[in-house]
């Protein structure tokens, strides 16, 4: 039962397939392509790769955010268009989780960070429980020096992970003490989890309505603050 993973939340594009106990293949690209350009292609790959055909998919998961605006509705429009021709579940599954999944270790808190501009980032927190990851916060947007502040505050060890963590890894590195950066290889978004973390929600009966799936956003976007200014708009 293979299910077809998605994530182009940020500058990463990842396309991977996967059964409930095997992941059969995965693609990451970080280049200055865009996702528009390698999305289609990749999937169209990734399947070739496994003997796939688009028919054998039996659900699709999709990373929703927060994350890149532009990236996220070309994932999810594409992940929605073949999840309708198909006529599979579609899962959409956070991207903020998809990161934290990435580091399964006890007695720790994994906090993933991403850019939400104008200095500001999206961040949740999670720890893993008797095997399985748990939210230990919902995803906000706050400032880099808050969310360090909380963080020497926590009762155990915190681990910053994502693209956000690894532009600030310096200032994280230098203030030591129960902070930690994620090793390199651990930072990266991977669409392999994307495709766990759906298999897990699906299995629990958590799939979502193709039509009404909507990108987490959290925050507006630039372009609707500008249009709501421009034409008089009040929050």
């Known amino acids: 039962m293979p299910i077809l993973a998605i994530d182009t939340a940020t500058l990463v594009s990842g396309v991977a397939v996967a059964t409930e106990k095997k992941l059969l293949a995965e693609l990451t690209l970080q280049t200055k392509l865009t996702h528009s350009e390698v999305l289609m292609p990749h999937i169209k790959q990734i399947l070739d790769m496994t003997n796939l055909k688009k028919s054998d998919l039996e659900a699709v998961a999709i990373s929703i955010g927060p994350g890149s605006f532009t990236g996220l509705r070309i994932g999810l429009a594409t992940a929605k268009s073949i999840a309708y021709a198909l006529n599979i579940p579609i899962i959409g599954v956070s991207t903020l989780a998809a990161l934290a999944y990435h580091y399964p270790v006890g007695d720790v808190y994994i906090a993933p960070m991403l850019d939400a501009q104008k200095g500001n980032i999206y961040i949740s927190l999670y720890q893993w429980k ?24 926590l009762d155990k060890p915190v681990v910053f992970l994502g693209e956000k963590a690894v532009q600030k890894a310096e200032e994280i590195q230098a203030v030591g003490g129960n902070i ?19 298999w897990n929600l699906l299995q629990n009966g958590k799939a979502d309505d193709v039509m009404s799936l909507e990108p987490l956003y959290i925050r507006r976007s630039e372009a609707e603050v500008l249009w709501e200014k421009r034409n008089g708009v009040k929050e």
Do not use: D, W
């Open 180 to 198: 930690i950066m994620a090793m390199p290889h651990m930072t990266m978004p991977r669409a392999a989890n994307v495709a766990m973390l759906g």
């Open 130 to 153: 008797e095997g399985k990851l748990c939210q230990v916060y919902e995803p906000t947007v706050k400032s880099f020096t808050e969310v360090l502040e909380a963080g020497q505050r």
